[in-house]
């Protein structure tokens, strides 16, 4: 079951925290745009009935973000991350990025009154992080190979 563990918790996560953030959305759905972007091609690439406002959106821009989601997944389960510094490298980037995003505005408040509610902010880092974790992991798994390749002692 921990082997699977990216391969579930990255899609169901990111899924749940996509329509979270449709409910939670920003200013004009920009916080939800940019952080369900693995999922948002779709709407330009079928024709959805309706428009934004339709529950169709955000549960094709969740099923085809969780699909991708979970791709993504299968390659660190296959380049065998480690859980508990992925789980660091999250935590650590999503509450940087949250943190980042409010202070870029004069005040709290005008953060509060440019997209709504503290939740927009939460909801947009936690997929965030989640995205710089995943692209990290892969990165710094893609260094360590090259660096051992490299630097090898012939036998």
């Known amino acids: ?3 699977y563990l990216f391969l579930w918790v990255l899609p169901v996560g990111w899924a749940v925290c996509s329509l979270a953030s449709f409910i939670f ?3 004009e759905y920009g916080l939800y745009g940019i952080s369900s972007f693995v999922g948002v091609w779709i709407v330009l690439v ?3 009935p309706g428009d934004i406002h339709s529950p169709i959106f955000p549960l094709a821009i969740a099923v085809t973000g969780s699909v991708i989601m ?3 997944g299968l390659i660190l389960t296959k380049l065998r991350v480690n859980t508990k510094l992925w789980l660091v490298i999250y ?3 999503a509450v940087a990025i949250c943190v980042l995003t409010i202070s870029s505005f004069e005040s709290f408040d005008r953060a509060m009154r440019k997209n709504g509610s503290l939740f927009a902010y939460i909801f947009y880092s936690m997929n965030m992080g989640m995205y710089t974790a995943v692209l990290l992991s892969i990165t710094g798994k893609g260094l360590t190979w090259l660096f051992r390749k490299t630097f090898r002692k012939s036998a």
């Open 46 to 48: 079928v024709d959805l």
């Open 1 to 3: 079951m921990k082997k």
């Open 25 to 27: 959305p920003g200013d």
């Open 70 to 72: 979970a791709c993504f």
């Open 91 to 93: 935590v650590v980037s």
